[in-house]
């Protein structure tokens, strides 16, 4: 009786029209492709939240050293715009997120400390803390959040000992800050840490 021997299946290759060369031609491609992924250039709107939230920012410490009021308001009222379209384009841009709030803010406490700028705290207030959560160490924002807690009454939301802490850490990372110096040593003498609070002040006034 004649014994069938079956062949063991053979592992088939893909094969290439052309040869080396183009199998070569292909590796390359398929390599270039890959190390493209990875070499993409930001998305423009990424790029431009970045550019809008610097122009906002402009504007606010551009009418932060104006004197004429109806070009301040103007320069608060674009900076604003700016920032929201910054927003828009990128939701986690901390910078965008500062520059509300200091347009905002500026722009409500214009002709001084008013009202309007009570009623609106409660998204003034997210501004910063959105900032913070995107960049933790925003000297501006932690400088910013930590003098309007000091500051608040209870009732609108003031805390002192967190409002202190937020002061400390801009002085971590901004030891030049001299206006949460002046904030902190406010802080110090009114809970009588009397020889805390001059050292401050005396440093603040040497920046």
Do not use: W
Not at 14 to 32: D, M, S, W
Not at 34 to 49: M, S
């Amino acid at each position: 009786m004649r014994v069938l021997h079956r062949r063991s299946p053979m592992r088939l290759r893909p094969r290439f029209p052309g040869g080396p060369i183009v199998r070569h031609a292909l590796g390359a491609l398929a390599k270039g492709v890959l190390l493209g992924v990875f070499l993409l250039p930001v998305p423009q709107a990424y790029a431009d939240a970045a550019s809008l939230a610097k122009d906002a920012m402009t504007e606010c410490n551009a009418g932060r050293e104006g004197h004429n009021r109806a070009a301040r308001l103007l320069q608060f009222q674009k900076g604003e715009a700016l920032a929201r379209q910054a927003v828009a384009a990128d939701d986690k841009n901390a910078t965008a997120h500062f520059a509300i709030f200091c347009n905002m803010g500026e722009s409500m406490r214009i002709d001084g400390e008013s009202l309007q700028a009570l009623v609106n705290l409660s998204s003034l207030m997210h501004e910063l803390d959105r900032t913070i959560e995107l960049d933790p160490d925003h000297a501006d924002a932690l400088a910013a959040k930590g003098t309007l807690l000091v500051r608040l009454p209870k009732v609108f939301g003031g805390d002192t000992a967190r409002g202190e802490v937020m002061l400390r850490r801009v002085l971590v990372l901004e030891p030049n800050a001299f206006t949460s110096r002046v904030s902190l040593a406010r802080v110090c003498e009114a809970s009588s840490r009397h020889d805390e609070a001059v050292t401050l002040a005396t440093r603040a006034l040497e920046i």
